[in-house]
């Protein structure tokens, strides 16, 4: 193997070793790295660690890609399990649990990516494509179900007139041939996924439901009725 692609990989398993002990940071304090602690835990002196990461919003602009992308990965995998594709409400409830799955088993890095902004930390526009694909797989079982025929245009609905704009413009830039309102109520459906899992991984329903697997597969069941799902 030539000397630079031993370069490349020692390289590559460096930042991975950062990420990993990164990611423990993170489950045991939050989002508050520090690029000396990470570097202390490896048996490094602290300069040494900016030759792989340049600085702390570096790293974690690194993790929240690979956050997003390992959650991108969940909802992909979880739709592509579902053999039946014209089944629309299985594949919503599949990727619906996907999501939440993924982040009881990551709760950390689902923080990261959904808690409190970092204090003076703004994400790149680099983490907006990542970040996209788990919403696009529920839009996309949209799309597919109307485009095959399976779910019917339900017609004009009462979107105030601002967000009918909005989604008119991100329909046309990511979901060409989907009617609005099929897209206003799938907006709905992803947001209040994301809020479900949110409200359980924070602490909001604790005392009051005990029977997380079967609550949260009722409310998923609620937004594919909203959405229309068959």
Same mark, same amino acid.
């Given at each position: 193997?030539p000397?630079a692609?031993?370069?490349?990989?020692?390289?590559?398993?460096?930042?991975?070793?950062?990420?990993?002990?990164?990611? !423990?940071?993170?489950?045991?304090e939050?989002?508050?790295?520090?690029?000396?602690?990470?570097?202390?835990?490896?048996?490094?002196? &602290?300069?040494? #660690?900016y !030759?792989?990461?340049?600085? !702390?919003?570096?790293?974690?602009?690194?993790?929240?890609?690979?956050?997003?992308?390992?959650?991108?990965? @969940?909802a992909?995998?979880a739709?592509?399990?579902?053999? @039946?594709? *014209?089944?629309?409400?299985? !594949?919503?409830?599949a990727?619906?649990?996907a999501?939440r799955?993924?982040?009881?088993?990551?709760p =950390?890095e689902?923080a990261?990516?959904?808690?409190?902004?970092?204090?003076?930390?703004?994400a790149?526009?680099?983490t907006t494509?990542?970040? &996209?694909?788990?919403?696009?797989?529920?839009i996309r079982i949209?799309?597919?179900?109307f485009?095959?025929?399976?779910? @019917?245009?339900?017609?004009?609905?009462?979107?105030?007139?601002?967000?009918h704009?909005?989604?008119?413009?991100?329909?046309?830039?990511?979901? =060409?041939?989907?009617?609005? *309102?099929?897209?206003?109520?799938? &907006?709905?459906?992803?947001?209040?996924?994301?809020?479900?899992v949110?409200?359980?991984?924070?602490?909001q329903l604790?005392?009051? #439901? *005990?029977?997380?697997?079967?609550?949260?597969?009722?409310?998923?069941?609620?937004?594919?009725d909203?959405?229309?799902?068959?």
């Amino acid at each position: 193997m030539p000397a630079a692609a031993i370069r490349a990989r020692a390289r590559a398993e460096m930042i991975n070793e950062i990420k990993t002990i990164a990611r !423990r940071h993170l489950a045991a304090e939050g989002a508050n790295l520090s690029l000396r602690a990470v570097a202390r835990d490896m048996g490094m002196v &602290s300069s040494a #660690i900016y !030759r792989y990461v340049p600085s !702390r919003d570096e790293l974690l602009t690194a993790l929240i890609l690979d956050g997003y992308q390992a959650l991108g990965d @969940a909802a992909e995998a979880a739709d592509a399990e579902v053999t @039946a594709r *014209t089944d629309l409400r299985g !594949r919503w409830l599949a990727v619906s649990h996907a999501v939440r799955r993924w982040a009881l088993a990551h709760p =950390a890095e689902y923080a990261l990516l959904f808690g409190s902004p970092v204090p003076g930390y703004a994400a790149p526009q680099e983490t907006t494509v990542a970040a &996209s694909r788990t919403p696009t797989t529920l839009i996309r079982i949209l799309l597919d179900g109307f485009t095959t025929g399976v779910l @019917a245009d339900p017609g004009p609905d009462e979107l105030p007139g601002p967000v009918h704009a909005d989604l008119v413009a991100v329909r046309d830039h990511l979901f =060409a041939g989907l009617p609005e *309102t099929l897209l206003a109520r799938g &907006s709905v459906g992803w947001i209040h996924c994301f809020g479900a899992v949110s409200f359980e991984l924070f602490g909001q329903l604790d005392g009051l #439901i *005990t029977a997380r697997d079967e609550y949260f597969d009722h409310q998923m069941r609620r937004m594919a009725d909203l959405i229309g799902l068959p």
